[in-house]
């Protein structure tokens, strides 16, 4: 079984920054694409940054220049390092990865349980 377990959110003021940790737990091989997303409250769920396994990235155009994504393809483990925060940055984020190989099999679209982040004004 594959898990996406994420860590990071919490508190900050306008401008603080903070970073978001997913890893991805199990026999796992490999992992192709990762993402972050998030959803505030009456909003739908947007994606917020995406990362390949060979590190293209890309971003929603609210975050650009803000917001870095990466990983580590070792520790099976992508981050999201959120700079120059703003309180319509607040919502839940999630983890996403598109597939998943272990040893005995693929699991796609997996998704970890979210993490919260408020930014205060």
């Known amino acids: 079984q594959v898990q996406l377990v994420e860590s990071g959110g919490g508190l900050v003021q306008a401008g603080g920054s903070l970073r978001l940790s997913c890893a991805a737990t199990g026999n796992i091989v490999s992992i192709n694409a990762m993402g972050w997303y998030r959803q505030a409250p009456g909003k739908q769920r947007e994606l917020v940054a995406s990362?390949?396994?060979?590190?293209?990235?890309d971003y929603a155009d609210s975050v650009k220049g803000r917001f870095t994504i990466s990983r580590d393809n070792a520790k099976n483990t992508v981050y999201l390092q959120m700079n120059s925060l703003k309180p319509e940055d607040t919502a839940v984020y999630y983890c996403?990865?598109?597939?998943?190989?272990?040893?005995?099999?693929?699991?796609?679209?997996?998704w970890g349980q979210g993490t919260q982040v408020t930014v205060s004004s």
């Open positions: 996403h990865a598109a597939m998943v190989r272990t040893y005995y099999a693929y699991y796609q679209n997996l």
């Open positions: 990362i390949s396994s060979g590190g293209d990235t």
